[in-house]
């Protein structure tokens, strides 16, 4: 078992920055990925950002270029670094982590993000 502690949303004007951290614990050896999922009103869930294991990163077209993730092993934390923030922007930030052979997803508790224009 993962438990995925999430902080650091709020509300932010457009072209204002946040950081998401999320804290993991539990079976964390076992974790080969994690990453950053938003959902938005009457939208399905999204990928937002990934870092692996071995610190490969992918971006959703629509945060590159504005995100970072980044982790820190010592901490078992991943940051989201969110820059040139836009409204559309605005939705619940999930933190995911897969884990094992079978690669069983594990998700944090959300976090919201709002962004006004």
């Known amino acids: 078992q993962v438990q995925l502690v999430e902080s650091g949303g709020g509300l932010v004007q457009a072209g204002g920055s946040l950081r998401l951290s999320c804290a993991a614990s539990?079976?964390?050896?076992?974790?080969?990925?994690m990453g950053w999922y938003r959902q938005a009103p009457g939208k399905q869930r999204e990928l937002v950002a990934v870092?692996?294991?071995?610190?490969?990163?992918n971006y959703a077209d629509s945060v590159k270029g504005r995100s970072t993730i980044s982790r820190d092993n010592a901490k078992n934390t991943v940051y989201l670094q969110m820059n040139s923030l836009k409204p559309e922007d605005t939705a619940v930030y999930y933190c995911?982590?897969?884990?094992?052979?079978?690669?069983?997803?594990?998700w944090g508790q959300g976090t919201q993000v709002t962004v006004s224009s």
């Open positions: 995911n982590a897969k884990a094992g052979i079978l690669s069983i997803n594990y």
């Open positions: 539990g079976s964390i050896f076992g974790i080969n990925a």
């Open positions: 870092i692996t294991s071995g610190g490969s990163t």
